[in-house]
């Protein structure tokens, strides 16, 4: 009964987030006139809405859940709580990839995610293969994957002071900021995002088994090996695609799975939808304070889940419920 209610919950205020996000901004309608203009296509005001307010808006609503997932399938493969896309350096190494390859090949930027799939699995590869000698210890975990994310920060940084036309303006389409985004960013969002989540629900079970030791999860037949790195892909493919449309985004797959444990517990059958939904709700509620805190400047989003990601880790670590990699 607790799990519905929560779910409950979260859905409708999600919902109200949703409706406040479209009718506030600079330019204010009543909801009528919104109806009507995006029926008849003629209301200008409308038409930048939905041309502007709109995209932004769906990019955040999937790529807060793909995040949110992608968070607590590493955390189930690694056994381990702080494993999130920002903090080991897949989300610096897809935002790299994309950039370099999209640089070099313009007319292939519908197909951004697939190089940012590729920086996202290098970096993977690289924290894991490090982190596993000895056993995946959590502040070992952090210390490469920090060394990782620092890398390919630092590649991406020494790319843009190439300082041409085309190096700038691919930049600023991957920054960590939902501003300006088009339709063809949504799209690409939807479409990728979209499918990945939906198939990620599906790896509930095997993250579920996933928590057992490995001698344990042999022992009921589970192929554990085969499992890690479908569940591992999978969640490469969701940061690497939220990554490659909205930028890096920090800590959103840290701080979601942890709520969802303390809502709703651990079984991911009911942590991965709370994941989805709740990650954009987080998401949507960070771009939309970031579009009304300094109106008519603006805030990016990952700004205000650096401000508020940063001390929750720092809290985990203090009260010291990261050790041995259980919360």
């Not at 200008?44 to 808006?57: A, G, K, S």
């Not at 995946?136 to 590649?155: C, D, E, Q, S």
């Not at 030791?213 to 892909?233: E, W």
Request: aromatic letters at 10%; charged letters at 10%; a positive charge.
């Amino acid at each position: 009964m607790k799990k519905i209610i929560v779910f409950a919950s979260v859905i409708i205020t999600f919902l109200f987030l949703l409706y406040l996000a479209v009718m506030s901004g600079s330019i204010r309608i009543s909801f009528t006139q919104l109806l009507d203009g995006l029926g008849s296509k003629t209301d200008e005001e409308v038409n930048v809405i939905y041309d502007l307010r709109f995209p932004r808006i769906i990019i955040a609503c999937f790529a807060g859940g793909a995040l949110a997932i992608s968070g607590a399938l590493m955390q189930s493969v690694m056994r381990n709580p702080i494993a999130d896309p920002s903090i080991i350096g897949i989300s610096s190494g897809a935002s790299f990839t994309s950039l370099l390859f999209v640089t070099l090949y313009p007319q292939l930027y519908f197909f951004m995610p697939l190089f940012a799939f590729i920086g996202g699995i290098i970096a993977f590869l690289l924290v894991y293969s490090f982190a596993y000698r000895g056993g995946l210890n959590p502040l070992k975990l952090i210390l490469i994957g920090v060394a990782v994310h620092a890398t390919f920060t630092g590649l991406a940084d020494v790319f843009n002071y190439r300082g041409s036309y085309s190096v700038t303006s691919i930049s600023a389409a991957t920054t960590s900021t939902l501003a300006m985004k088009t339709w063809s960013d949504a799209t690409m969002m939807v479409l990728y995002g979209g499918v990945a989540i939906l198939l990620s629900l599906f790896l509930a079970g095997a993250c579920n088994r996933l928590l057992l030791s490995d001698k344990t999860a042999l022992g009921i037949g589970m192929k554990v090996t085969l499992t890690r790195l479908l569940v591992s892909i999978t969640a490469v493919v969701l940061a690497s695609i939220a990554t490659a449309v909205a930028g890096v985004i920090a800590f959103l797959g840290l701080l979601v799975p942890h709520i969802g444990r303390q809502l709703i517990g651990s079984d991911y059958k009911w942590l991965l939808p709370f994941c989805a939904i709740a990650g954009a709700w987080i998401l949507l509620l960070a771009d939309t304070l970031g579009r009304l805190v300094l109106a008519p400047n603006e805030i990016p989003a990952s700004i205000f889940m650096s401000i508020i990601g940063g001390p929750f880790l720092i809290f985990l670590l203090v009260r010291g419920r990261i050790n041995d990699g259980t919360t």
